[in-house]
């Protein structure tokens, strides 16, 4: 395992300190803008969620690297471990980094101890669960490409449902419906309580998600032609 | 030991080698107990499959001119003088044969070739 | 006697519009097994198939006697691959990705690893993305080698080399198979390439295997007849594997060259065939020019 992660860590630190390098501006930028910590954690989250996939895996298609490392003597299950291993080490250097800038930035709005509490930390790590948990077997089945397409999917299938919602007059516009659900969900898990019990049901989650990510990545990737 | 190749005789190239060898040994040029290079070297050198040479070393094996030990190479046999000789013989006979199979169909008589050999001997000197 | 590095049986793979089926063949140890056919015959399948890059749809594949699958990090562990297109990270150096490699294999040995760097004239801190396509297929080699697998796989090494490098890299293989324990299995449209150095030759067409069989038994058996039109029909070649008419002359490949040289006597000129020629006759030849 170690040495899969050594080569993905080689394989894709240029990639790895762009994005951050990009990251930088970002967070320099929501740490001068944004005041609550609840904010700045659930985007933190999704950036990072979403992006440092791409960074381990978005370079695939264009290289082939799968084919090759594939050919090395690795199973494909190490293999797809250890793509959830270095994004995990990934989205921990993401995080690790956003929380730097955050305390070093002197005109940052949000004090580091707002954000670095037990719970917040499993938020983060739960929502980023949740993102990646779909895109990872998504990508590691379809390529970087079938992310694009699911992306790109999803976009216009809101399109779709917005149009048919104007169209039969629905009271409701669905995507409304859909955000407000979301909105919900997030401020009902900012807002609660760190009660042991959530905290626990949390982790729980979080164990679950990645399990039954890692299970389908696996599962697809075992079958995948390269 | 030098054996020189041609891709464009109609020769199999194992028998090409074969014959080579052959010569060289009766004509002394390899001498007995010499060592063969390896099937494998040699198929290198010539730039040929192991097979061939292999094949090659077998053929010349079963003639009794070279002798195989298991891990350690291939070796010229000892030879005969008689036996020698006789494969000597035996290697003219067969041109001889050659030679005269052709002046049949091409009608040659048989003192017309005499004269031929004659001449022929003649010459080299 | 020999063991076998490689041996296939009734392996089959169906894409749409292609399928390989049935494929049955051995690569005995110590020795360089060639596989040739046209482009889209399923060479790179089987190559790929082996490596399990790909699932088989049915058949058997063992390597060293192992099954590819189930023993598939351990031998792995004894291949070294060189693919048609080396694919590496483009940015990175050389060293960069050997040190990223190398770490897979237990018998690397990096004393050679450099050895060989300099003999290609590869400078190890050169990005990969600099070097020429020759230079790619030299470093994928120099990695293949270093790490002293038991057997080498590659598919269409010598594509798009310029002839002093293919000839190069053909004596390598001579040379590496010295030891008897070393085999080479490689696949190549570049007939010529096969003719000179491999010991046995698998002819693949259209996701079958057409024969797999020593070198020198098929340039020996198989031949090309070639006479005038009126005088010859395809019919009249026994073992007739495929033909070609220009103007005037009929052409037609056999597989067994002695007896139709025996049966036609001087209505043809019976010639040895090339391996080029088996090729071209068997994809192309039942029509005309």
Request: glycine residues 6%.
């Amino acid at each position: 395992m170690l040495k899969i992660l050594r080569l993905e860590f080689l394989f894709n630190r240029r990639q790895l300190f762009i994005v951050l390098a990009v990251f930088s501006a970002y967070f320099a930028y929501m740490a001068g803008r944004i005041a609550s910590p609840r904010l700045f954690i659930v985007m933190t989250s999704v950036m990072v969620g979403l992006s440092m996939p791409f960074v381990i895996l978005g370079r695939e298609d264009k290289f082939k690297t799968a084919a090759l490392v594939c050919s090395l003597p690795v199973r494909r299950s190490t293999y797809v471990l250890g793509k959830y291993a270095a994004t995990w080490i990934a989205i921990g250097l993401g995080l690790g980094y956003a929380l730097l800038l955050t305390a070093a930035l002197p005109f940052s709005k949000i004090a580091v101890s707002e954000v670095l509490g037990l719970k917040t930390i499993l938020v983060s790590v739960f929502l980023i669960s949740l993102i990646f948990s779909v895109i990872l077997p998504f990508t590691l089945r379809f390529g970087f490409t079938g992310v694009i397409i699911l992306l790109v999917g999803t976009q216009l299938l809101g399109i779709v449902a917005l149009f048919i919602a104007q169209l039969v007059r629905v009271p409701n516009n669905p995507l409304r419906i859909v955000l407000q659900a979301v909105e919900k969900g997030l401020k009902t898990l900012l807002h609660h309580e760190p009660t042991p019990g959530f905290l626990l049901a949390l982790l729980a989650a979080i164990l679950a998600l990645n399990a039954f990510s890692i299970f389908v990545g696996w599962a697809l990737y075992a079958r995948r032609d390269l | 030991m030098r054996i020189i190749i041609s891709n464009s005789s109609p020769d199999p190239i194992y028998e090409q080698i074969t014959r080579q060898i052959k010569s060289q040994i009766i004509s002394g040029e390899l001498k007995e107990g010499e060592a063969l290079p390896s099937i494998r070297r040699l198929a290198m050198d010539l730039q040929i499959s192991v097979i061939t040479t292999k094949r090659a070393y077998e053929e010349l094996e079963k003639e009794g001119f070279v002798d195989t030990v298991e891990g350690k190479g291939s070796f010229v046999a000892m030879q005969n003088k008689e036996l020698l000789r006789e494969k000597k013989m035996k290697i003219v006979e067969d041109k001889l044969a050659e030679a005269v199979a052709e002046a049949r169909l091409l009608g040659i008589t048989r003192a017309e070739l005499e004269e031929m050999l004659g001449l022929l001997f003649a010459e080299k000197e | 006697m020999m063991d076998n590095a490689i041996e296939i049986k009734g392996l089959s793979k169906a894409y749409k519009g292609f399928a390989l089926e049935d494929v049955t063949l051995a690569a005995p140890s110590g020795h360089i097994m060639g596989l040739i056919g046209p482009n889209g015959a399923g060479k790179t399948t089987i190559v790929k198939l082996i490596m399990n890059l790909i699932r088989r749809d049915a058949g058997e594949i063992r390597l060293f006697g192992l099954d590819n699958r189930r023993c598939e990090a351990e031998v792995k562990s004894r291949i070294g691959f060189v693919y048609d297109a080396p694919r590496f990270p483009e940015d990175l150096r050389l060293d960069t990705i050997a040190s990223a490699l190398s770490a897979f294999y237990d018998r690397w040995d990096e004393v050679r690893f450099k050895e060989l760097l300099k003999e290609f004239c590869l400078p190890p801190r050169q990005a990969f993305k600099k070097l020429s396509h020759g230079m790619k297929m030299k470093f994928s080699l120099a990695l293949a080698l270093a790490h002293q697998a038991d057997l080498i796989l590659m598919d269409e090494p010598t594509a798009g080399l310029d002839p002093v490098f293919r000839f190069e890299l053909l004596n390598r293989l001579q040379a590496l198979i010295q030891s008897e324990r070393k085999t080479v299995f490689f696949s190549s449209h570049i007939t010529t390439d096969l003719e000179r150095v491999a010991d046995f030759v698998t002819f693949v067409h259209k996701g079958r295997i057409v024969f797999s069989a020593a070198k020198d038994s098929v340039l020996e058996s198989w031949g090309v007849v070639r006479a005038k039109s009126d005088k010859l029909r395809p019919e009249d070649v026994p073992e007739a594997r495929g033909h070609r008419r220009t103007e005037h002359s009929l052409e037609v490949l056999t597989s067994d060259l002695a007896a139709a040289g025996r049966l036609l006597g001087d209505r043809a000129v019976c010639d040895r065939a090339s391996l080029e020629d088996i090729m071209f006759f068997v994809s192309k030849g039942n029509g005309h020019a």
